[in-house]
Nanobody, 121 residues
Framework: QRQLVESGGALVQPGGSLRLSCAVS????????YGWFRQAPGKERDWVSC?????DYADSVKGRFTISRDNAKNTVYLQIDNLGPEDTAVYYC?????????????????WGQGTQVTVSS
């Protein structure tokens, strides 16, 4: 069964950290690139980061977010540090073509269901 399953979302205090995971199944994991997106309440879904042969980040998260992948575990990670209320959103991972630079990926074919991150004191 082809699926992407996110986990790791939580309620955290400002300044805290989280590591989100995206477990990929039913695909040849290392053939593809992956992206993370987020959607805050009442807003559109925004691109956050991607990984293929390179990594890239939205300007709003550079220096605080780190994307990585473990081909042996078929898992993509998003390390989020120094969380702020503006990071509150549902975070989605997505699978796309293995394009480099990954920021050039125009369409992601498969998506997970999302994991909620809430930053509040």
């Amino acid at each position: 069964q082809r699926q992407l399953v996110e986990s790791g979302g939580a309620l955290v205090q400002p300044g805290g950290s989280l590591r989100l995971s995206c477990a990929v199944s039913g695909f040849t994991f290392d053939y593809f690139a992956y992206g993370w997106f987020r959607q805050a309440p009442g807003k559109e879904r925004d691109w956050v980061s991607c990984i293929s042969d390179n990594t890239d980040y939205a300007d709003s998260v550079k220096g605080r977010f780190t994307i990585s992948r473990d081909n042996a575990k078929n898992t993509v990670y998003l390390q989020i540090d120094n969380l702020g209320p503006e990071d509150t959103a549902v975070y989605y991972c997505a699978l796309g073509p293995h394009v480099t630079p990954c920021a050039a990926i125009s369409e992601y074919a498969y998506w997970g269901q999302g994991t909620q991150v809430t930053v509040s004191s």
